[in-house]
Protein backbone atom coordinates (compact mmCIF):
# COMPACT_ATOMS: atom_id res chain seq x y z
CA UNK A 1 0.00 0.00 0.00
CA UNK A 2 1.21 3.05 -0.98
CA UNK A 3 1.29 6.53 1.36
CA UNK A 4 0.25 9.86 0.18
CA UNK A 5 3.44 12.22 1.41
CA UNK A 6 2.44 15.85 1.25
CA UNK A 7 4.11 18.56 0.16
CA UNK A 8 5.66 21.22 2.26
CA UNK A 9 7.42 23.46 0.08
CA UNK A 10 3.83 24.37 -2.05
CA UNK A 11 4.47 28.14 -2.78
CA UNK A 12 1.55 29.80 -4.39
CA UNK A 13 2.08 32.01 -8.00
CA UNK A 14 1.92 35.70 -7.70
CA UNK A 15 -1.62 36.74 -8.20
CA UNK A 16 -0.32 39.96 -10.13
CA UNK A 17 0.91 38.00 -12.96
CA UNK A 18 -2.59 36.78 -13.51
CA UNK A 19 -4.70 40.42 -13.19
CA UNK A 20 -1.71 41.75 -15.54
CA UNK A 21 -2.92 39.25 -18.29
CA UNK A 22 -7.13 39.89 -16.94
CA UNK A 23 -6.22 43.79 -17.91
CA UNK A 24 -4.78 43.39 -21.03
CA UNK A 25 -7.49 40.53 -22.28
CA UNK A 26 -10.53 43.46 -21.50
CA UNK A 27 -8.29 46.10 -22.66
CA UNK A 28 -8.16 44.25 -26.29
CA UNK A 29 -12.06 43.96 -25.58
CA UNK A 30 -12.82 47.51 -25.30
CA UNK A 31 -10.17 48.67 -28.29
CA UNK A 32 -12.02 46.09 -30.86
CA UNK A 33 -15.59 47.17 -29.40
CA UNK A 34 -14.85 50.45 -30.31
CA UNK A 35 -13.43 50.17 -33.70
CA UNK A 36 -16.76 48.23 -34.33
CA UNK A 37 -19.00 50.48 -33.13
CA UNK A 38 -17.61 53.77 -34.88
CA UNK A 39 -17.32 52.14 -37.84
CA UNK A 40 -13.72 51.31 -38.51
CA UNK A 41 -14.72 48.04 -39.63
CA UNK A 42 -16.29 49.29 -42.67
CA UNK A 43 -13.27 51.42 -44.00
CA UNK A 44 -11.07 48.45 -43.13
CA UNK A 45 -13.16 45.93 -45.43
CA UNK A 46 -13.30 48.55 -48.20
CA UNK A 47 -9.47 48.93 -47.84
CA UNK A 48 -9.31 45.10 -48.15
CA UNK A 49 -11.45 44.32 -50.58
CA UNK A 50 -10.42 44.23 -54.29
CA UNK A 51 -12.40 43.61 -57.22
CA UNK A 52 -12.99 40.69 -58.00
CA UNK A 53 -11.27 39.33 -61.71
CA UNK A 54 -13.33 36.09 -63.36
CA UNK A 55 -11.81 33.97 -65.90
CA UNK A 56 -13.12 30.64 -67.35
CA UNK A 57 -10.43 28.10 -68.07
CA UNK A 58 -11.67 25.77 -70.62
CA UNK A 59 -10.71 22.00 -69.91
CA UNK A 60 -7.44 20.58 -72.05
CA UNK A 61 -8.57 17.44 -73.61
CA UNK A 62 -5.12 15.09 -74.62
CA UNK A 63 -5.67 13.28 -77.46
CA UNK A 64 -5.83 9.43 -77.22
CA UNK A 65 -2.54 7.39 -77.14
CA UNK A 66 -1.71 5.37 -80.27
CA UNK A 67 -3.17 1.37 -80.04
CA UNK A 68 0.05 -0.52 -79.04
CA UNK A 69 1.88 -2.16 -82.01
CA UNK A 70 0.55 -5.59 -82.47
CA UNK A 71 2.49 -8.11 -81.28
CA UNK A 72 4.06 -10.94 -83.63
CA UNK A 73 3.81 -14.39 -81.97
CA UNK A 74 6.33 -17.22 -84.22
CA UNK A 75 4.75 -20.43 -83.73
CA UNK A 76 7.57 -23.03 -84.66
CA UNK A 77 6.23 -26.83 -85.53
CA UNK A 78 8.23 -29.23 -82.56
CA UNK A 79 11.11 -30.79 -84.27
CA UNK A 80 10.56 -34.52 -84.41
CA UNK A 81 13.48 -37.22 -84.49
CA UNK A 82 12.91 -39.69 -87.28
CA UNK A 83 12.03 -42.98 -85.21
CA UNK A 84 15.10 -45.39 -85.07
CA UNK A 85 14.33 -48.78 -86.58
CA UNK A 86 13.73 -51.66 -84.04
CA UNK A 87 15.90 -54.39 -84.79
CA UNK A 88 13.60 -57.02 -84.37
CA UNK A 89 11.56 -55.89 -86.88
CA UNK A 90 13.58 -56.77 -90.06
Do not use: C, W
Request: proline share 17%; glycine share 4%; no cysteine.
Amino acid sequence: MSTITANYHFQPKDPSRSATGLVVVVGLHVVLGYALVSGLARDIVKVIKKPLDAAVIQEVKLPPPPPPPPKVVKLEAPKVKAPTPHPAAS
